[in-house]
């Protein structure tokens, strides 16, 4: 079930694309991207698992997922600025019940 929601998704994504650079993709090339979508989420996973498991912890938390996005600059940039935001966002409703 899982496994064809990433399917679809992906589906919809490369329709997307296709129509943007006139790029049409082949079913194959649709089903291999899910594919290879769907295993690196589960080393994600894993992964994250681990982290979390290493720290002592039963719950992955930000600084897991921080340290998995740790080789994309781009990508750990925008997960510490989103971070940052919800932190911030949080305080503030927190100030208001009081």
Same mark, same amino acid.
């Given at each position: 079930?899982?496994? =064809? &929601?990433?399917?679809?998704?992906?589906?919809?994504? +490369? /329709?997307?694309? @296709?129509? $943007?650079? #006139? *790029?049409?993709?082949?079913?194959?090339?649709? =089903? &291999?991207?899910?594919?290879?979508?769907?295993?690196? +989420? /589960?080393?994600? @996973?894993? $992964?994250? #698992? *681990?982290?979390?498991?290493?720290?002592?912890?039963?719950?992955?938390?930000?600084?897991?997922?921080?340290?998995?996005?740790?080789?994309?600059?781009?990508?750990?940039?925008?997960?510490?600025?989103?971070?940052?935001?919800?932190?911030?966002?949080?305080?503030?409703?927190?100030?208001?019940?009081?």
């Amino acid at each position: 079930r899982l496994k =064809a &929601a990433v399917h679809y998704t992906v589906g919809c994504l +490369c /329709e997307e694309v @296709a129509s $943007d650079r #006139e *790029m049409p993709f082949s079913k194959q090339t649709i =089903a &291999a991207i899910s594919e290879l979508t769907f295993r690196q +989420c /589960e080393t994600f @996973a894993k $992964d994250l #698992e *681990m982290f979390a498991r290493h720290a002592k912890r039963s719950t992955i938390n930000t600084e897991d997922v921080k340290l998995l996005a740790r080789r994309s600059n781009s990508l750990l940039k925008y997960i510490t600025e989103k971070n940052e935001e919800l932190t911030q966002f949080n305080t503030e409703q927190k100030t208001k019940k009081k």
